[in-house]
């Protein structure tokens, strides 16, 4: 059964940083797009990064600059760097795997940016 377990949420002051880890209970990382998405109260899930499995990234627009999303297929494990916080980001953030065979889920991580 896969599993991807999500650390590195928590309550952090507006303009802090916070790293987020998503680490794939078995080897389907190196064929999957590695994603981290976030859903705040009241809103839709979005896609905030995701990185293919030769290292090209894509953001959305409002974390353009502040976040950086990586992996490291050796230890099965996608990141989320977060910088520059804002509110705005406050969310729960969920970590996917997905291929044409398959999509996954973390259980998600909670992130409070306080103003």
């Known amino acids: 059964q896969v599993q991807l377990v999500e650390s590195g949420g928590g309550l952090v002051q507006a303009g802090g940083s916070l790293r987020l880890s998503c680490a794939a209970s078995?080897?389907?990382?190196?064929?999957?797009?590695m994603a981290w998405y976030r859903q705040a109260p009241g809103k839709q899930r979005e896609l905030v990064a995701d990185i293919r499995s030769g290292g090209s990234t894509n953001y959305v627009d409002s974390v353009k600059g502040r976040f950086t999303i990586s992996r490291d297929n050796a230890k099965n494990t996608v990141y989320l760097q977060m910088s520059s916080l804002k509110p705005e980001d406050t969310a729960v953030y969920y970590c996917n795997a997905a291929s044409r065979w398959w999509n996954h889920w973390g259980q998600g991580t909670q992130v409070t940016v306080s103003s």
């Open positions: 078995i080897s389907i990382f190196s064929s999957s797009v």
